[in-house]
Every structure is written in C-alpha cells, then in structure tokens.
C-alpha cells in the first residue's frame, strides 16, 4: 500500500491526474480504467481537461465502479458527471466509454454489465482484470456502492450487483469485490475532515477495519495507493 498525502483537494486532484497521465502516456495498448463518482473526480476531470485534454485518450477504455439507477441525463449520474466535467471536454471516442445504464431495469443491468466486463477486459483467473480501479469513500466507510449495510454484497460471485442506499434507498449498480481486488491498480482518492475517523480506522487494517467496505480493499496481486489531503488523516500518518 502506497500512502501519498497532499494538502488540500485540489492538490490531490493534481497529484492523482500526474499520476493517470503517466500510466496513459506509457500504456503500449488499452488501458482500462473504472471510474467513481459523487464529488471528489470532479476536482480530477476538471484538472485532467485542463492539463491534459492532449493526451491520447483513445488509448484508454473508460468503466464505472457504480452508478446511480436514473437515466444518464440526471444530475445523480456519475456517467453525466463525468461527461460535464471531462469527456465533454476531450478526445475521447464513444465506443471508450462503457457507460452502467442507470435507465434499465437494476438486476438486468448488474447482469448486463457484468457480462461487458467478462466480455471486453482481460481475465485473470476467470476475473475481468482491470488496470486501473478508481476508489472514493464515503463518510460511513463505503465504497463503489456497497455500503455496511449490504456489505456481503462484497463477496458476491457476481461481477455485479444491485445495491440501495441505507439513508436515500437509491437502487445503484455496483462492482464487487472479487472486481475490485483483482485490480492491478486500485487508488483511493479520500479528502475531507469527514473521512479522518474512517481513514485512520481503515488504515489499522484490523478486525474493525474490515468492517467497513473500504477495509476490504486489498488487491490480490495488485497495488493499493492512497490519495489524501491532510485533513483526511492522522498527522501520524503526514
Ligand atoms: C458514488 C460513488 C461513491 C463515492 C463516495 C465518496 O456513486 O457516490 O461512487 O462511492 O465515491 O460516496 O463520495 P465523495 O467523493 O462525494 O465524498
């Protein structure tokens, strides 16, 4: 697990978008990419179309981690998000984009987008294997969409599963944990005083840590990066 600590959000974003283009800029062939939603990416996309509208983005496939069972023109879709912020504003062909559609039936679209993923990225003992899985966490310790509340949800055999909100009951389509540590690079982007308790809690890596979604994070062979500001963590940690 790689640590990296900035001072503010928009330090992160920077930081992580270097980080990004690097991987973009040396990959010889597709690079497969999962993306979160709710507010933090939005701070990246918008550095990434400023800084880095000229990369090769044709090089690079683009999936979500969870979206939001509404269609993809509501202000909750993490698919419309990103079209504001970055792909709206980049090169960036439409068959890249492997959109979760939050219009359709939830159990036929977590089937659905399962099978794209079985489909379209390479296996590694029979897991779709991405190259990049971006994480956030919530203040509750969730991730991608599985909350504590249906946290068995992790384990599913599925690539997917429907998930709903514990406060909101928001149906949303998320990626499970076999998907996720069968990552070859998973990164956490987490700001905000909010997340400091469940950052610290996480980062123990104990029994209570794995209580929480975000503390089942831990791929198999892959690498795990951390990317916070300073209000996110434990001064121990700066
Ligand atoms: C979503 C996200 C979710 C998000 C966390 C953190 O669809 O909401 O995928 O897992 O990453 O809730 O959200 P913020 O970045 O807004 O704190």
Not at 99 to 116: H, L, Q, S, V
């Amino acid at each position: 697990m790689k640590l990296n600590i900035y001072k503010d959000k928009q330090e992160v974003a920077e930081q992580f978008s270097e980080f990004l283009a690097e991987r973009i800029k040396q990959s010889t062939g597709k690079l497969n990419v999962s993306l979160s939603g709710g507010s933090t990416p939005k701070v990246v996309f918008d550095y990434l179309a400023e800084k880095f509208s000229y990369l090769d983005w044709s090089k690079v496939n683009f999936f979500w981690g969870d979206e939001r069972c509404v269609p993809p023109e509501d202000e909750q879709s993490n698919y419309k998000m990103t079209v504001d912020h970055l792909f709206s504003k980049i090169d960036i062909p439409q068959e890249n984009i492997y959109r979760i559609k939050g219009e359709n039936n939830p159990d036929e679209e977590a089937d659905a987008y399962g099978e794209t993923l079985n489909k379209v990225l390479p296996l590694a003992n029979d897991i779709p294997e991405f190259d990049l899985i971006i994480l956030g966490m919530g203040d509750d310790g969730h991730t991608a969409s599985v909350f504590q509340s249906n946290i068995h949800l992790w384990d599913s055999s599925n690539n997917c599963e429907v998930a709903v909100h514990p406060e909101s009951g928001q149906k949303r389509v998320t990626i499970t944990g076999k998907i996720i540590n069968q990552a070859k690079e998973v990164a956490f982007l987490v700001t905000g005083a909010d997340k400091k308790e469940k950052v610290d809690t996480i980062l123990k890596g104990d029994e209570v840590s794995k209580s929480y979604p975000a503390g089942l994070v831990s791929p198999s062979s892959g690498e795990l990066y951390w990317f916070l500001d300073e209000s996110a963590v434990d001064k121990s940690y700066h």
